[in-house]
């Protein structure tokens, strides 16, 4: 399976075991988050005809076209992040795996890609396969640079406060959020040693603030 992953430039970001989970589907036995890895995630994603064809939502119709066919060749069922609401709890999925937890500022953060973390989509297995073992909060170690990276303070220990963070990315001074990604996802140090393109960062922010 990861050989088939890395040619998509996807990974594995983390999994967990169920039985009869009401949330996955009937005999679902592993969940797996998939995620972009890097390095080479953007050029490989922008050379896909999602990307070509100009159409909306490239990347959740690139999301759906892969990991759905990575999904029917292992007998498995595909869950995707977006199409809701109703949403598939992806949040609370990524706590079960043990490879991401709550920030200070309650964004997952991820063992290897920091606050960067994403998924692209999950895969419900009816086997039980092997995981890797849990690893470890890398907030417990660090000074939490996340907790006032907000330039708009916004984005806080306290809370999320998503019209503000609008209003910011309005005003010119939002610039810098705009085209690199939000300062605070890029303050913590476990996303510094992500690859993760600025370019890709900047197509989030503008799906999220159109
Ligand atoms: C709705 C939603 C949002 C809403 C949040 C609404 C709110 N807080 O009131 C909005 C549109 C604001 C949002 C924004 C973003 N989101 Co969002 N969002 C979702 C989504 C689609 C559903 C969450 C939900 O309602 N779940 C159902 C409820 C019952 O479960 P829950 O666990 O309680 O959900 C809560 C958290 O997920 C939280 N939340 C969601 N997004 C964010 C973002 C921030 C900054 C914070 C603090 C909390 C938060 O709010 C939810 C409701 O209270 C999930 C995908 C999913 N299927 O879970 C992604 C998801 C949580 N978001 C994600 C991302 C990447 C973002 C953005 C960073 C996107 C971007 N710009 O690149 C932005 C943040 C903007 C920024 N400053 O950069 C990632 C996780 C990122 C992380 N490291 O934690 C997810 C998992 C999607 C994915 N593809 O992986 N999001
Ligand atoms: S900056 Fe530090 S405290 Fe904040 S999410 Fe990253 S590792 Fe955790
Ligand atoms: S995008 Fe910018 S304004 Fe919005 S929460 Fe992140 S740092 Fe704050």
């Given at each position: 399976?990861k050989?088939?992953?890395?040619?998509?430039?996807?990974?594995?970001?983390?999994?967990?075991?169920?039985?009869?989970?009401p949330a996955l589907?009937?005999?679902?036995?592993t969940l797996?988050?998939?995620?972009?890895s890097?390095?080479?995630f953007?050029?490989?994603?922008?050379?896909q005809?999602?990307?070509?064809?100009?159409?909306?939502d490239?990347?959740?119709?690139?999301?759906?076209?892969?990991?759905?066919r990575?999904a029917?060749d292992?007998?498995?069922?595909?869950l995707f992040?977006?199409?809701?609401p109703?949403?598939?709890?992806?949040?609370?999925?990524?706590l079960?795996?043990?490879r991401?937890?709550?920030?200070?500022?309650?964004l997952?953060?991820h063992?290897?890609?920091?606050l960067f973390?994403?998924?692209r989509?999950?895969?419900?297995l009816?086997?039980?396969?092997?995981?890797p073992?849990?690893?470890a909060?890398?907030?417990?170690?660090?000074?939490?640079p996340?907790?006032?990276?907000?330039?708009?303070?916004?984005?806080?220990?306290a809370?999320?406060n998503?019209?503000?963070?609008?209003?910011f990315l309005?005003?010119?001074?939002?610039?810098g959020?705009?085209?690199?990604?939000?300062?605070?996802?890029?303050?913590c140090?476990v996303?510094?040693?992500?690859?993760r393109?600025?370019?890709?960062s900047?197509?989030?922010m503008r799906?999220?603030?159109?």
């Open positions: 399976m050989a088939a992953l890395e040619a998509h430039h996807l990974e594995i970001l983390g999994g967990f075991h169920a039985e009869d989970d589907p009937k005999g679902a036995r797996l988050l998939i995620g972009p890097e390095p080479g953007w050029p490989h994603f922008t050379a005809p999602e990307w070509q064809d100009g159409q909306p490239p990347m959740d119709r690139w999301s759906r076209r892969v990991i759905g990575l029917c292992l007998g498995a069922k595909a992040p977006f199409g809701g109703p949403y598939h709890p992806f949040y609370q999925w990524a079960r795996s043990g991401a937890w709550a920030s200070p500022v309650q997952l953060v063992e290897t890609q920091g973390f994403s998924a989509g999950a895969l419900a009816k086997e039980r396969v092997e995981l073992a849990p690893g909060r890398p907030c417990d170690a660090c000074a939490q996340c907790a006032d990276a907000c330039p708009a303070g916004a984005l806080t220990p809370a999320y998503v019209s503000e963070c609008h209003s309005d005003s010119g001074a939002g610039e959020c705009l085209s690199q990604g939000c300062a605070v996802r890029r303050a140090p996303s510094q040693s992500y690859a393109m600025e370019v890709q900047a197509y989030h799906q999220f603030h159109r």
